[in-house]
């Protein structure tokens, strides 16, 4: 089993910044991809960067030159840096993996529990 584990999210006014933290345990022997979605009420579950393990990332264009995604596979982690936030921002932030718990076991996806930002205009 695998387990996610997310820090980081809080409430800022906009403009602010937050990192948000993941980091992954359990069961691990590789982590293909790992990303970050969000969910805003009333809303669908969208992805707003994603990262694979040779460090090339994907944005959503909402996002696109505020948030910056990182990963330090050493310690099964993924960050999320958010700069200059905007109430529209304002959402629960899922940790996604894709982890294989053997080379002989298929790539499985787990999500973190969630943690919240509210940006305040």
């Known amino acids: 089993q695998v387990q996610l584990v997310e820090s980081g999210g809080g409430l800022v006014q906009a403009g602010g910044s937050l990192r948000l933290s993941c980091a992954a345990s359990g069961s691990i022997f590789s982590i293909n991809a790992m990303g970050w979605y969000r969910q805003a009420p009333g809303k669908q579950r969208e992805l707003v960067a994603s990262?694979?393990?040779?460090?090339?990332?994907n944005y959503a264009d909402s996002v696109q030159g505020r948030f910056t995604i990182s990963r330090d596979n050493a310690k099964n982690a993924v960050y999320l840096q958010m700069n200059n936030l905007k109430p529209e921002d304002t959402a629960v932030y899922y940790c996604n993996a894709a982890v294989k718990s053997s080379s002989i076991i298929r790539e499985l996806r787990y999500w973190g529990q969630g943690t919240q930002v509210t940006v305040s205009s």
């Open positions: 990262i694979i393990s040779s460090g090339s990332t």
